[in-house]
């Protein structure tokens, strides 16, 4: 496990892989290997899709390719761009809005992009790698800066790497890298017969 390892504290037992996913900010100064890399993108690759559209593209680049790696950077507002620039990969995830079987409007393509890059995360950590999605993005810069053409939108910026030292973050983001991880609980959004009402199914029986 790494040193950064920071596993939820689950109400119920879950995959290992699941538990070990976490957003990290610092970044070991350290190369992804070019096959872990080509899983990371075969795993967003099988994820499910509306009628199997798979509206997900990327744009990937590691700092071997510091033109790209800095137009992609350049994507992300500032404040991401303050810690991202550490990880040794950097991707924007793009949606294409319509279904190319029938040129209609996809509802459901944002929701796909997010099942892709949601995979993506989990190969990532059962690689011993984690990314950091970012809505934190200039989409209208990304289009200008990679052509991104009509009918397609920039959705999310990713950080990929190993995860490194909170302690090569400054201060308020390093206190954010180790602060416990909080969620609501499960009986607070999965319902029954009554909207807002918890589903006897998630409630715990003592
Ligand atoms: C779609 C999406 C957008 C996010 N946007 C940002 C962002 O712009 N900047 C940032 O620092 N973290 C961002 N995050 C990270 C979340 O804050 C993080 O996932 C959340 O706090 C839960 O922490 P965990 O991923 O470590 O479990 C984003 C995550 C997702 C999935």
């Given at each position: 496990m790494s040193p950064a390892a920071r596993p939820a504290p689950t109400d119920a037992p879950v995959h290992e892989v699941i538990r070990h996913r976490w957003s990290p900010r610092a970044f070991e100064d350290r190369p992804v290997e070019p096959e872990k890399l080509r899983s990371l993108f075969e795993a967003a690759r099988w994820a499910a899709s509306s009628y199997n559209g798979q509206p997900w593209n990327f744009i990937v680049a590691t700092k071997d390719d510091p033109a790209?790696?800095?137009?992609?950077?350049?994507?992300?507002?500032?404040?991401n761009q303050g810690w991202a620039k550490n990880a040794p990969v950097i991707a924007l995830s793009v949606a294409a809005l319509n279904f190319q079987h029938d040129g209609q409007p996809n509802r459901h393509a944002f929701h796909d992009v997010g099942q892709?890059?949601?995979?993506?995360?989990?190969?990532?950590?059962?690689?011993?790698?984690?990314?950091h999605q970012m809505a934190g993005i200039l989409p209208d810069k990304a289009r200008e800066l990679f052509h991104i053409p009509d009918g397609y939108e920039a959705v999310a910026g990713i950080a990929i790497g190993y995860p490194g030292?909170?302690?090569?973050?400054?201060?308020?983001?390093?206190?954010?890298?180790v602060a416990p991880r909080q969620r609501k609980p499960v009986s607070s959004f999965v319902f029954g017969g009554e909207w807002g009402k918890p589903s006897p199914l998630v409630v715990a029986k003592n």
């Open positions: 790209t790696y800095n137009r992609i950077l350049e994507s992300f507002h500032e404040f892709a890059a949601a995979n993506l995360a989990n190969e990532a950590t059962h690689l011993g790698l984690q990314i030292e909170a302690n090569s973050l400054p201060g308020q983001l390093r206190e954010r890298e």
